[in-house]
């Protein structure tokens, strides 16, 4: 990619989040993936380059020295700081503005700082020969917070039974977020148990919110809507992956051929979601047992007659095991972070510069990511504790928010030597993305929202007196 020559012809609009908005290139398997600000704030100019400027560098170093060594390297793409003409943007963003989502465009893409994040497309497979005439089909999860909390602080019983995204979905629901509530629940999916995380994924696909996205050759052609014809789109969504199961179609005699589709479909995300990453490893691998909490949520939709049939854990190196062991370093809850918080604002008030030293704003470094790792696990009533442990929380929900991108395509046709035809076979890759830092100052609305979210649930849930 010459920077000097860049054109917006060569680039389409590919998808956005809260955060950033993402073109892809037309030819390479290229994205780039520029912030957003609120559009009120783009009338200071000034101020939200800067702020850009500074922020895209944190990014990569945030995913390179901090979220990288936690989650595993074959896992994390970090990409690169990329210098963009401010005519190219400008163009840009103009281009795109047809494209985006009308819920999307409160926020307004930075034309200002000239400054972006490169990285692979993640929805294709770049060692995909075209041999075979299906694109890859790329499956993005967000599957949110996998673990009941444990911690000593919780004061809300039913936080221990019920997870936060179940309770979530009550708040959202009442505050028209969403019409419908989603059946998935995140503990299903990180159980281990091949039943359960086909519920979750099955629940996922009937309401996707913005917890699933698929893609095939790296177009979005399944996603949230926000009304009733989600129906129709899943047989939408089974037409287009019936040439990947060919197998499949004659097995129930035309009777329902499209469940057995989805069904198929499931299980290549289930083994991705289990596997060491890519498609080229075999065996058994360990399982590891990582929360020391109860491991179902009680707003599950999964029987619970059916919970009993073993305890799984996740195999130790797969995607699902790195997530969750990155989010359970939240193990004081936000209860028992938000007077950690306090001491550290404190004694800021008191030492101001002791802001950088502490590395509250970053750099995020080798030395930051020490702290993180190296933080005692008992309170001495020191700032150093304090500061740990809220590097730890922030940390934490950097895990809670990502996604997880699952792309494969089929392996050369129906190769001689390959006994088992019954079977599709799939070439995978797995990686994580969105792994931007949290910003320190949104712990007491983190706070705030907990209380809410926790209230609103009781009030919805039980019955009045
Ligand atoms: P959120 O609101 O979830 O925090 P965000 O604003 O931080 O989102 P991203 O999640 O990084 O933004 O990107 C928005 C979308 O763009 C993603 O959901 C994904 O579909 C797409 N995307 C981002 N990075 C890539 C990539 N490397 N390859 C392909 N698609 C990508
Ligand atoms: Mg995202
Ligand atoms: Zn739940
Ligand atoms: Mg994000």
Not at 81 to 99: A, M, W
Not at 329 to 352: A, C, M, T
Request: hydrophobic residues 30%.
């Amino acid at each position: 990619m010459e920077l000097d020559k860049m054109d917006e012809n060569d680039w389409k609009y590919h998808g956005e989040g809260n955060k950033s908005l993402v073109v892809s290139h037309l030819q390479h398997c290229r994205v780039l993936r520029l912030l957003k600000f609120p559009s009120e704030d783009s009338a200071h100019t000034r101020q939200t380059a800067e702020q850009a400027f500074r922020h895209i560098p944190n990014i990569v170093d945030y995913s390179k020295y901090v979220m990288k060594p936690l989650l595993g390297e074959k896992y994390v793409h970090s990409g690169e700081v990329v210098k963009l003409p401010l005519d190219f943007v400008r163009q840009l963003s103009l281009k795109v503005q047809q494209e985006r989502p009308e819920l999307r465009c409160d926020k307004v893409m930075d034309t200002f700082s000239g400054c972006g994040l490169c990285l692979p497309n993640l929805t294709q497979l770049p060692l995909h020969h075209l041999r075979d005439h299906r694109p890859p089909i790329c499956v993005e999860i967000k599957p949110k917070c996998g673990f009941l909390p444990f911690s000593r602080n919780i004061t809300k019983e039913c936080k221990r039974k019920v997870c936060r995204f179940c309770m979530h979905q009550h708040y959202k629901a009442t505050n028209g977020k969403w019409k419908r509530l989603s059946r998935y629940c995140p503990l299903d999916l990180f159980s281990g148990s091949k039943q359960r995380m086909y519920v979750a994924l099955k629940n996922l696909l009937e309401e996707p919110q913005n917890n699933l996205k698929i893609f095939k050759g790296g177009e979005l052609i399944f996603s949230c809507k926000d009304d009733a014809k989600q129906q129709l789109e899943l047989n939408d969504l089974i037409q287009h992956l019936r040439p990947y199961f060919p197998h499949s179609n004659g097995l129930y005699n035309g009777h329902q051929p499209g469940k057995a589709v989805l069904n198929e479909f499931i299980q290549v995300i289930c083994s991705a979601l289990l596997s060491g990453g890519d498609s080229n490893r075999s065996g058994e691998p360990r399982k590891v047992h990582l929360s020391e909490s109860k491991p179902h949520c009680e707003a599950s939709p999964f029987p619970r007659d059916l919970l009993r049939n073993g305890n799984h854990g996740l195999p130790k190196d797969s995607v699902l095991a790195k997530i969750l062991q990155v989010q359970m370093l939240d193990n004081l809850d936000i209860e028992g972070i938000y007077p950690l918080y306090k001491r550290v604002e404190q004694y800021l008030e008191e030492f101001p510069r002791e802001r950088n030293r502490l590395q509250i704003d970053g750099p995020y470094n080798e030395s930051f990511m020490d702290t993180v790792k190296n933080c005692p696990a008992e309170d001495d009533g020191s700032v150093e504790y304090a500061v740990g442990k809220v590097h730890q929380y922030r940390v934490a929900m950097t895990a809670k928010d990502c996604s997880i991108m699952i792309t494969f395509a089929p392996c050369e046709e129906n190769e001689e030597h390959q006994l088992n035809l019954e079977k599709p076979r799939f070439t995978y890759s797995v990686s994580i993305l969105d792994l931007d830092p949290k910003p320190y100052e949104g712990i007491p609305h983190q706070h705030k929202l907990d209380t809410k979210i926790v209230n609103y649930y009781l009030r919805s849930t039980q019955a009045p007196p």
